[in-house]
């Protein structure tokens, strides 16, 4: 038996499965900077990768934030990987709190200058990637109709790793302390060494494989 449902109609659950079957998904901890030099910290829970050359990485702003307000204003943000050990300060910067304070104040957090763009990372994160922005789409539905969801896409400019994570060469995904958000009100994943497997692409054997 298979439930099935229209979004348009309601799901008949008790809670939205939408984000909990796309997911977990990476937390996109994004830092940015007004105009007049606030600066903003905020986890977003729709955020990924898109490109590997350049590097592209976007996430959503569902309501106008000061990130999104910020980053049209300043052309630049900042990701921040968050840890298993960082948690807690990362649900801190979740607060809604008036534009001028900072969460980097908020949590106990440390802004450290980033090498290229003029928003600062989060000194505490293993691994920062700093971005300028190179498009802000907001959606729209099957009608034409605007939605209050803006898509924020930035080029990588600067990546800083942990070298503690770098093993001869190769980035430790398995061991660096990942989280991940999941549905519902609260759920949250790691990511650990045992569920870890590797599986290589098929060799194409010299047929026209689909691109």
Not at 96 to 112: H, K, N, R, W
Not at 123 to 138: G, K
């Amino acid at each position: 038996m298979m439930h099935f449902y229209e979004p348009h109609l309601g799901h008949r659950l008790k809670h939205d499965p939408f984000n909990s079957i796309v997911g977990p998904r990476p937390i996109g901890w994004v830092s940015s900077q007004s105009a007049s030099g606030v600066l903003n910290l905020a986890p977003y829970s729709f955020f990924n990768a898109f490109n590997y050359v350049p590097p592209v990485i976007g996430f959503s702003s569902i309501g106008r934030k000061d990130s999104l307000n910020n980053i049209e204003a300043t052309g630049e943000f900042v990701w921040n990987l968050v840890t298993r050990e960082l948690a807690e300060v990362m649900n801190q910067t979740c607060e809604a709190v008036p534009p001028e304070v900072s969460e980097f104040d908020l949590a106990g957090l440390t802004p450290e200058a980033s090498k290229v763009v003029g928003v600062p990372r989060v000194a505490q994160s293993p691994v920062s990637f700093e971005c300028r922005c190179t498009q802000i789409l907001q959606l729209q539905d099957l009608q034409g109709q605007k939605v209050d969801t803006w898509m924020v896409f930035g080029q990588v400019v600067g990546i800083h790793i942990d070298q503690r994570l770098l093993k001869d060469g190769v980035y430790d995904t398995a061991n660096a302390g990942h989280i991940l958000r999941g549905g519902g009100a609260a759920d949250y994943f790691t990511i650990g060494p045992e569920q870890l497997f590797k599986m290589h692409r098929p060799e194409s054997g010299g047929r026209d494989l689909p691109k």
